[in-house]
C-alpha cells in the first residue's frame, strides 16, 4: 500500500504514535473483519491522525503462543497485507508448519500461516520478557510502516467466553473451531472487572475529535470495550462526536455470526436494534445506516440519534475510502452542529 500523506508520518516513526496536540484525531473502535475494512478507509484518508482501539477479548493461547486475531487483523488490513478475500491472515499465506503441526498429530483447527506464525512468536516472546501487549503491538505496527496507532483496549487479559447449549466455549473454540454452529445463550468477557483501558487509549481519548465505531460485531466485539471499568464513562464524558456504522443490513449481518447471535440473544436482528444497544453503553450521536435500511432512519432519531442513510458496503479499497469519507463528514457536520 502507498502510504497516506500525513505530516505526522515521521513523527509515527519515531514511535510517536499520536500526532501532537492541536492535529485532529479520530478513534476508532474497532474488532475484526469488518472493523478493519473501515478502519481501513479511515487510515487512507486520516494517516497518523487515526488511532485504533482493538478488542482483545478474543484473543487466546494457542500452540504456546498468544494469538491476538483482532489485532492482527487490524494490523495486517492497515499496512496492505491482509488476505483479501478472508479479511483475517496473511495475502499469499504459506502453511508449512500447519502441516507439520498436522503429521505430529498437533491441533491444527486453527489455521496459523507461517508469515503470521512469526508475528506470533515474536509478541509471545516480547510478552514473555515483560514488556505490556501496548509496547509489542507498537513494535509490530512500527516495522510495518503503519503511521496510525494501534492500541489493544487493556493489557490486561480479557477473554471472551461463550455459553451455549453445547456448553461454555472459549471464544476462539466458538467461533472457529465449532464455526459458531452452538446457539448461545449469553456471552461474558472474563477477565474485564479487573482490566482497565491503557494510558495510551485514555491520552488518545483526550486528544480526540471524534470516535468511530466501526461495523464489528456489537457483543463480541465492541461490547468488551465499551464494558471495560472506565471506558464507558470515559466515553459518555467525551466531548466530541461519536458516531457508529451498522454491521447489520437489510436483517443480515455482513460478515460473521452477529445477526445468528443477536436471533439467539431475542433481540431483533436489525440495525435500530444496534443503535438501540450501543445507545445503551455510551452517549451515541449518529448512527450510520445503508441504504437498503433508509426505512429505519426515523426509528433510529427516535432514539435520539442522528441517522445517515449511505451505501455501506465495503467491497473494494474505494468503497473503504467513501464510507470513511461520509463518516467523517457526518461526524464534523454533528460537532457543527449542523444536521
Ligand atoms: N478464522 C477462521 O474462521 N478460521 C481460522 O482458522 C482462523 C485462523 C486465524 C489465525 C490468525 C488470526 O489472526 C485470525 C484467524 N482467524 C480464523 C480469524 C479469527 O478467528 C476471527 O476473525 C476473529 O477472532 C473474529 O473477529
Redesign the pocket.
Known sequence: MTEPPSPLTAAAQRGHALPPAGQPLVVALA???GGAKLAYGLYRRLGGRLAVVVNTG?DFEHWGLT?C??L??VMYNLAGLNHPEQG??LADETFRALAMMARYGGETW???GDG?LATNLLRTRWLREGRSLTEVTERLRTALGIAAAILPMSDRPVRTVVHTDEGTLPF?HY??RRRCEPRVLSLRYEGLEAARPTPQVLAALDAADAVVLCPSNPY??LDPILLLPGLGERLRAFAGPVVAVSPIVGGQALK?PAAKIMAELGVDVSATSVAAHLAQRLRLDGFVLDTADADLADAVAALGVKPLVTDTIMRSAADKERLAEAVLAFAWALRRGDC
Open positions: 474488532g475484526g473483519v478474543d494469538v486475531p483482532d492482527d487483523t483475517w491472515g486453527f489455521r496459523l503470521d476462539q467461533f472457529v463480541l466485539s460473521g
